[in-house]
């Protein structure tokens, strides 16, 4: 009987987020937070 073991590693390294990411992720943050506010306006409360 023959045993065939096979190990991967994997690293993930984070990655330093520059200026203009971190200003696109508050936008999309900003946008979605208004959608949501539409959406919640829209339809009445039971």
Not at 1 to 25: A, C, N, P, S
């Given at each position: ?12 390294q984070r990655r330093k987020w520059t200026i203009e990411e971190i ?24």
């Amino acid at each position: 009987m023959m045993v065939h073991l096979l190990f991967v590693t994997i690293t993930i390294q984070r990655r330093k987020w520059t200026i203009e990411e971190i200003e696109h992720e508050q936008l999309v943050k900003k946008i979605e937070e208004e959608m949501m506010d539409r959406k919640c306006g829209i339809y009445p409360r039971f």
